[in-house]
């Protein structure tokens, strides 16, 4: 990683104040901060983006960071977690840890340590292997079981459907062009002039709105395909 690389933070913490403090630290850094005011609302969060590092506050008005960090561990989200807290002591941190935070900071902190903290959290994952599951709005995709979820229900695929599916999750809320997909899906650095991503394109919108109120693949006429939340 370079030293400079600008990451995407999401940081829960009911603390307008303190919010307000971390991400004037970050922006000096040049990354992006994603506030959520509540512990529901950062769980939320975390499962619709991909983010580089969460930092979680430990005590928050609803959910607290301890049941929030299990929550994530249990849904297979694996970005590295930093937990906050004004509770300082060696059980403290173990409980943290224990839960699934990747790191323990006790309050007052100062804003370097902070930084280098978030740093070094990033480079130790930068090696890791994506997370075993992606979640984005009601969509789930299982990807060493290669299997796909809307709204909790299975979505029965082919073994290239699901790679389209997967490849949508991986660039979720983003538009995706025929090129990407020829290059990244089925490995071609040309176009060879077919509809073989029109008909694949079709037969996965099919499976994922079957019986389901609302779409689940948007076409952006000249551009590509962006996959939609299916909520």
């Not at 607290?64 to 002591?89: C, F, H, N």
């Not at 903290?117 to 984005?136: D, F, P, Q, T």
Request: proline share 3%; with cysteine; glycine share 8%.
């Amino acid at each position: 990683m370079e030293p400079d690389q600008a990451l995407n933070i999401l940081y829960v913490e009911d603390d307008q104040r303190a919010a307000a403090e971390v991400q004037e630290l970050a922006a000096e850094r040049g990354d992006r901060i994603v506030w959520e005011s509540s512990g529901s609302s950062g769980l939320l969060r975390a499962g619709m983006e991909r983010f580089d590092v969460i930092i979680l506050d430990r005590m928050l008005g609803d959910l607290d960071g301890l049941t929030i960090v299990k929550r994530l561990r249990e849904s297979g989200v694996g970005t590295p977690v930093l937990m906050l807290s004004a509770l300082g002591r060696t059980s403290d941190r173990a409980e943290g840890l224990e839960a699934g935070a990747d790191d323990y900071l006790a309050k007052p902190f100062e804003g370097p340590e902070l930084l280098a903290r978030i740093k070094a959290l990033h480079r130790r994952s930068s090696g890791r292997e994506h997370s075993a599951v992606i979640l984005y709005g009601a969509f789930e995709c299982h990807v060493k079981a290669r299997t796909a979820f809307r709204q909790n229900r299975h979505l029965a695929l082919s073994p290239r459907e699901f790679e389209l599916f997967r490849y949508f999750m991986e660039n979720a809320g983003e538009i995706v062009t025929r090129e990407m997909l020829l290059r990244d899906v089925w490995g071609m650095s040309f176009d060879p002039q077919t509809n073989v991503v029109d008909v694949n394109i079709g037969r996965l919108r099919r499976k994922l709105e079957e019986s389901f109120a609302t779409p689940a693949l948007e076409t952006i006429w000249g551009s590509g395909y962006r996959l939609l939340h299916g909520t």
